[in-house]
């Protein structure tokens, strides 16, 4: 296992409503999922479901309430930045918004620099340029963009930069978190080829973020969809677009036929508001909005179990009763 992710929670302190009154939510409850090295998981699942708060726990911008995170068999959940700083080199991230990931007073060849400095991957200035030209040229940029400020690159550009970047230390493992989401769609799948391109190359194992299934099919070994803070369902790529079983996966499937007869389902397609965080469903986090929602989903709370080789869901539809 290269990264193994075991009841990571997160909960966050906020003020509630007009009066301020102070409450705690879940963004991210009991979340479970392993990736082989070189091979991608794709967490996908709609805005506000705790996709980011997850990607951001695993390369430690913050603190996991409970649960752990193993990278490379390495316990890194409490490790202390000192202690971590072996690791921060080899466990990167790309955030979504290339426009605001950039320091805009650096240049590109100072933006490039900064990691080679900070981790003491380079030793020559001729050594670190020579580095930086090939890290940029691997990502699709030239030689004379080097002295650039990142205004004077597209949203594309700018997005090949925070690439560059990451894989510059030659990390092993990546968080992309939906990296072509603010980019134009004709730019999308060129940073999607470039993204998987350089996962062959590199032998980079990626969890890869995106509310756009058909983004994360094209790269993704297995999916794990997410639903308000909980992995309700969990397989290989294919598997889960041929025989997609949560009626939240299926929604968001839509348009692709189920071939299974006897548990074929209609979502409608007016599905009502997502749940308040602040006020959580006591039982199935989808109760309120699914079409086969029993009496015991409203108070009991189904766990993630194996319904075939490899492939999870959290749904009383499938209990073998
Ligand atoms: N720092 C924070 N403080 C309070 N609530 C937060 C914080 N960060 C995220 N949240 C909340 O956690 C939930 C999950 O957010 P996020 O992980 O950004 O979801 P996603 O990336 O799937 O859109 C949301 O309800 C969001 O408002
Ligand atoms: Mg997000």
Redesign the pocket.
Known sequence: MFVEVKNLTKK?K?LKGATGRKAE?T?VENVSFEIDKGKTLGLV?E???????TGRMIVKLIEPSGGKIVIEGKDITHMKENEFKPFRRNVQIIFQDPYSSLNPRMTIYDTLKRPLRIFKITKYKDEEKELIMKTLASVGLKPEHMTRYPHEFSGGQRQRIAVARAIITHPNFIVLDEPTSALDVSVQAQIMNLLRNLKNSLSLTYLFISHDLSVVKFISDQIAVMYLGNIVEISTTDEIFRHPLHPYTRLLFQSIPIPNPKKKIKIPQDVGELPS?LNPPKGCPFYSRCPLAKKKCETLKPQLKEVSPGHKVACFLYDED
């Open positions: 966050f906020v939510i963004a699942g805005s506000g479901c705790g996709k980011t708060t965080l």
